[in-house]
């Protein structure tokens, strides 16, 4: 199989090519980035309350995961660009993202916030959808046919307390462009996950966004049930 890296389109979205890009260029010092992250206030990593999380990143794969949350971490003015490099890149080459890969992808670590860190991110609007658009496109099989089941078996195998954290009724209440894929995801969570949590208000509190959720399960056809269920079968 050929390197991954040897791809001209990875090593853009890597920044390990030299490139016009800032969004893609590597990290500037402090002083020279506008748009880096602020070194305090961070919001909680999710990988802090999910357990170890083994990967290597000396694969390629790992590789690709790794920056492109360096990205999404370094320049929070630029995330729906790294997504849709990210995106328009996974799709056409399909990567074999090992099961750790994938926590890592979705969790991040001690260092790093994952994507489902800013799927529900309130103070990013743009960012907040362009995460969770890649999220649902990478658990659902209409988007993903080789690998959906292995991103939502991760997904659905995330600790309750962890998935809280996502903020999904922020997903369901306000990303109103993308209406049900919020919904969606949290459905899957609910009918996928071992750990007893089946009810919406376990996992989200806002009321408005239960509501919200509550009206889309009444509405959902026989056909949109199968759909859900099929990304995790």
């Known amino acids: 199989m050929p390197n991954l890296l040897d791809k001209p389109f990875a090593r853009e979205l890597l920044g390990l ?6 969004s893609l260029s590597p990290p500037a010092k402090p002083e020279e980035s506008k748009s880096a992250a602020p ?3 961070k919001a909680p990593v999710l990988a802090e309350t999910a357990g170890p999380i083994q990967v290597s990143h000396k694969r390629a794969e790992s590789s690709l995961v790794f920056e492109f949350l360096r990205k999404l971490n370094t ?3 630029e995330i729906a660009n790294a997504v849709e490099k990210f995106e328009q ?23 790093l916030k994952g994507l489902l860190n800013f799927c529900g991110d309130a103070n990013n609007y743009i960012a907040s959808r362009s995460c969770i658009q890649l999220f649902w496109k990478l658990i659902t099989y209409d988007y993903n046919s080789m690998e959906a ?12 307390e962890v998935i809280r954290e996502m903020n999904l ?5 306000e990303i109103r462009a993308q209406t049900g894929i919020g919904q969606n995801a949290l459905y899957q969570y609910l009918i996928g996950n071992p750990y007893g949590i089946s009810e919406p208000g376990q996992i989200i509190e806002d009321k408005v966004a239960i509501e919200e959720y509550d009206k889309w399960i009444e509405k959902k056809s026989t056909t949109g049930i199968r759909f859900a269920q099929e990304a995790i079968r």
């Open 17 to 22: 090519a030299i490139g016009q890009d800032q």
């Open 75 to 77: 320049f929070p003015l």
């Open 39 to 41: 070194a305090q206030n």
């Open 89 to 111: 890149f996974y799709f056409a080459n399909t990567p074999q993202l090992t099961r750790g890969d994938i926590q890592f992808l979705f969790l991040g670590d001690s260092k």
């Open 149 to 160: 089941e292995n991103f939502a078996a991760v997904f659905c195998s995330i600790k309750p």
């Open 169 to 173: 009724g922020y997903a369901i209440r």
